[in-house]
């Protein structure tokens, strides 16, 4: 199963509304996870069955989707979210993750 | 407090072997799948492989399938990685990561911080 993530990139400013999308080559139903990564960090679990917001995770990210199309939204982007987001499957092994999609501050 | 703590890595001829470990606290270990994955310098994530709490269900990722293998001690609260023929696109970072289910199917809740493996 593969998964592509878009954009690559985005830059965007404190207070937008951003949108990342993760398209599955096969429906996994709501098998998939997001994390976000901060350079020189390991990934941290975001949302995982597809919108289930991790403990501790703001409530400004949200997950959305099922079979084969995807979205994780941060509805007001604050300064510690500029990071990489990563869509992950959890369907069946073989696992796989997205691309990726690298925010940066513009 | 998990804690998975790598090590391992090292600097390595093509066509070598190598072992990582990543030991394992916090945590009742023999409660979880684990996982490795790596990541090469300046690219994403990739899943390398996946093993149930008991060993029964094991996974890799194709570009490894047939040159390493994941096996788990429960006794000892450590996970392995035994990568035979080391090709220079092995080069990664590689991190061991903490399942949220038995299975091995499910989201990753803890990474460790990773061993370097260099190819070259």
């Known amino acids: 199963i593969q998964l592509t993530q878009s954009p690559s990139s985005l830059s965007a400013s404190v207070g937008d509304r951003v949108t990342i999308t993760c398209r599955a080559s096969?429906?996994?139903?709501?098998?998939l996870a997001w994390y976000q990564q901060k350079p020189g960090k390991a990934p941290s679990l975001l949302i995982h069955?597809?919108?289930t917001l991790q403990g501790g995770v703001p409530s400004r990210f949200s997950g959305s989707g099922s079979g084969t199309d995807f979205t994780l939204t941060i509805s007001s982007l604050q300064p510690e979210d500029f990071a990489t987001y990563y869509c992950?499957?959890?369907?069946?092994?073989?696992?796989?993750f997205g691309g990726g999609t690298k925010v940066e501050i513009k | 407090e998990v804690q998975l703590v790598e090590s391992g890595g090292n600097l390595v001829q093509p066509g070598r072997a190598l072992r990582l470990s990543c030991a394992a606290s916090?945590?009742?270990?023999?409660?979880?799948?684990m996982h490795w994955v790596r990541q090469a310098p300046g690219k994403g994530l990739e899943w390398v492989s996946g093993?149930?709490?008991?060993?029964?269900?094991?996974g890799y990722a194709d570009s490894v399938k047939g040159r390493f293998t994941i096996s788990r001690d429960n006794a000892k609260k450590s996970l392995y990685l035994q990568m035979n023929n080391l090709r220079l696109e092995d080069t990664a970072l590689y991190y061991c990561?903490?399942?949220?289910?038995?299975?091995?199917?499910?989201?990753?809740?803890?990474w460790g911080q990773g061993t370097l493996v260099t190819v070259s």
């Open positions: 990561a903490k399942d949220t289910s038995v299975a091995g199917t499910s989201p990753i809740d803890y």
């Open positions: 916090g945590f009742n270990f023999d409660d979880f799948a």
């Open positions: 093993i149930s709490w008991d060993s029964v269900s094991i």
């Open positions: 096969q429906a996994i139903s709501i098998y």
């Open positions: 069955g597809a919108s």
């Open positions: 992950q499957h959890f369907h069946s092994y073989p696992l796989t």
